[in-house]
Each structure stands twice: as structure tokens, then as C-alpha cells.
């Protein structure tokens, strides 16, 4: 028997969802529904489903942001549900993952969970990593930072910069907070570089929009707003200046 966690921050498709499992899903005997992506990653760290249905648009984060903050290594098995068949679900085409249209279909249901049962966990696992190696980033552009137990929304406008330091990364913002999350800074860079930021070195991401000027003293290194200055590599140097219209 199967135990499911469903995940969507709309009572009726959740609902929909349950009833569906219920009627044509029978080896599914237990199923734990959450409207808020947060509650079901408390969830998660006490609890460890056979199935997760994941809403891919949700307010709070999307799919692709929760399994970031969950982990790959922990995630369980996930079956995506979404009401739009848009450029996301072209993704999980590629890589033949899962996902469900809403209002669910009950021969797409039962044949999801078949699946799900034939794929080996290091096939599921395989996919899953290649799809968040560049994952559809969110419409609205912003980005969920993780620290502890606590998860801030930052909009990508008012990031000035972002420091590496080991597995952690240090965002600072516009208004003057610094969020230290426990990721690799790697983790964040395509996202951001695809977004307007620049890597001036090997432990520092930059926001573009920010920078002021440069300063060639003791190496060289950039004045941003805020009066933040980060450091420039050698390695980097000439993608730098190239961005600045330098020589």
C-alpha cells in the first residue's frame, strides 16, 4: 500500500485530486492534502510519502522551488499537477516525468501511478535532476530564499549582489537585509545569470543594473550602489569589462 501528500494552494482541485485517488487508485490507501507549500515541507521533514502530487503554480513558491528547498536527495516520488498546458510541461515532456492537467482525467491518473511504480528510484532521480538543472523559472520572477525554517520571496530587482562562501550564499538586498541561506551559490547562478546578473568571481554573483562604476585599485574591483564593492578575478576579467564597455 501507498501513502500520498498532495500539494496545492487550491481546496478544489486538492479535493478533486483526493477524491480521484480514492475511486481509481485503490493501492493508494492513505493521502494528507496542504493548501500551503510551507506546511507540506514541515510535513516532509517528519514524513516520507511513496507519491508527492505537486501543483507547479502555487503563490507562495512553485514546484520547482519547493523541491529546491526540499532537496533532491530528499525528495519523494512526484507526480506534477498544473491547470496550464504551457512551457513548463513542455520541460517534463523531455524528460518524460509526470504531470496531470487539471481537472484531472481518471485514465491519466491511474497511468501516472503505474508509471510510477515501473520507474526505478535512480531513473526518477535522473530525470528530476536534469529538469532542475534549468528549471522554468517563475512568471513573476522572483526567487524563494530558505533560512531555516523560515523562506523570504525576493524579487530579482532588489538583489544587489550575492556572496559564496563554502555551501552557503548571502544575498543582499535593496532595503538593507542580508539572507544567508544554506545552498551553494552554483545552485543560484544560471537562474541569476539569465536574469541580468553577472559573476565578477568565483565567490561573488552581481546585479547588473547596480554596478556604478570600477575601481583599478588593488587589483580591480566594482562600486555598486550601496556602496558594496566585490572583487573582480582574473579568470573573469575581460567578460567583466567586456559587460562595461571597457578595455
Same mark, same amino acid.
Do not use: W
Given at each position: 500500500?501507498?501513502?500520498?501528500?498532495?500539494? *496545492?494552494?487550491?481546496f478544489m482541485p486538492a479535493e478533486h485530486l483526493e477524491r480521484m485517488i480514492l %475511486?481509481?487508485?485503490?493501492?493508494?490507501?492513505?493521502?494528507?492534502?496542504?493548501?500551503?507549500?510551507?506546511?507540506?515541507?514541515?510535513?516532509? %521533514?517528519?514524513?516520507? !510519502?511513496?507519491?508527492?502530487?505537486?501543483?507547479?503554480?502555487?503563490?507562495?513558491?512553485?514546484?520547482?522551488?519547493?523541491?529546491?528547498?526540499?532537496? &533532491?536527495?530528499?525528495?519523494? @516520488?512526484?507526480?506534477?499537477?498544473?491547470?496550464?498546458?504551457?512551457?513548463? =510541461?513542455?520541460?517534463?515532456?523531455?524528460?518524460?516525468?509526470?504531470?496531470?492537467?487539471?481537472?484531472?482525467? !481518471? *485514465?491519466?491518473?491511474?497511468?501516472?501511478?503505474?508509471?510510477?511504480?515501473?520507474?526505478? !528510484?535512480?531513473?526518477?532521480?535522473?530525470?528530476?535532476?536534469?529538469?532542475?538543472? *534549468? @528549471? !522554468?523559472? @517563475?512568471?513573476?520572477? %522572483?526567487?524563494?530564499?530558505?533560512?531555516?525554517? $523560515?523562506? /523570504?520571496?525576493?524579487?530579482?530587482?532588489?538583489?544587489?549582489? =550575492?556572496?559564496?562562501?563554502?555551501?552557503?550564499?548571502? $544575498?543582499?538586498?535593496?532595503?538593507? %537585509?542580508?539572507?544567508?541561506?544554506?545552498? /551553494?551559490?552554483?545552485?543560484?547562478?544560471?537562474?541569476?545569470?539569465?536574469?541580468?546578473?553577472?559573476?565578477? /568571481?568565483?565567490? /561573488?554573483?552581481?546585479?547588473?543594473?547596480?554596478?556604478?562604476? $570600477?575601481?583599478?585599485?588593488?587589483?580591480g574591483e566594482l562600486v555598486l550602489k550601496e556602496a558594496h564593492r566585490v572583487p573582480?578575478?582574473?579568470?573573469?576579467?575581460?567578460?567583466?569589462?567586456? &559587460?562595461?564597455?571597457?578595455?
Open positions: 500500500m501507498m501513502n500520498a501528500l498532495i500539494v *496545492d494552494n487550491e %475511486r481509481y487508485c485503490p493501492q493508494i490507501e492513505e493521502r494528507t492534502i496542504f493548501q500551503k507549500p510551507t506546511e507540506a515541507l514541515l510535513f516532509l %521533514r517528519e514524513n516520507q !510519502p511513496d507519491v508527492v502530487f505537486l501543483d507547479i503554480e502555487m503563490p507562495e513558491m512553485n514546484a520547482f522551488e519547493f523541491i529546491e528547498i526540499v532537496g &533532491l536527495e530528499n525528495m519523494p @516520488p512526484i507526480i506534477f499537477t498544473t491547470a496550464y498546458s504551457n512551457y513548463a =510541461v513542455q520541460a517534463f515532456k523531455v524528460q518524460a516525468l509526470d504531470y496531470l492537467l487539471k481537472p484531472v482525467d !481518471p *485514465d491519466d491518473l491511474v497511468a501516472a501511478v503505474k508509471r510510477l511504480e515501473s520507474v526505478s !528510484p535512480k531513473e526518477r532521480e535522473k530525470k528530476l535532476t536534469e529538469l532542475m538543472l *534549468d @528549471p !522554468p523559472a @517563475p512568471e513573476d520572477g %522572483r526567487l524563494v530564499l530558505a533560512n531555516g525554517q $523560515f523562506y /523570504h520571496f525576493a524579487q530579482m530587482d532588489e538583489i544587489i549582489r =550575492v556572496e559564496g562562501n563554502g555551501s552557503y550564499s548571502e $544575498f543582499f538586498l535593496t532595503d538593507g %537585509r542580508k539572507i544567508m541561506t544554506s545552498k /551553494h551559490l552554483k545552485s543560484y547562478s544560471q537562474r541569476l545569470l539569465d536574469k541580468g546578473f553577472v559573476r565578477t /568571481h568565483q565567490s /561573488h554573483l552581481v546585479n547588473a543594473r547596480f554596478i556604478e562604476g $570600477f575601481n583599478k585599485a588593488d587589483g573582480i578575478s582574473t579568470r573573469l576579467k575581460s567578460k567583466v569589462f567586456e &559587460l562595461l564597455g571597457l578595455k
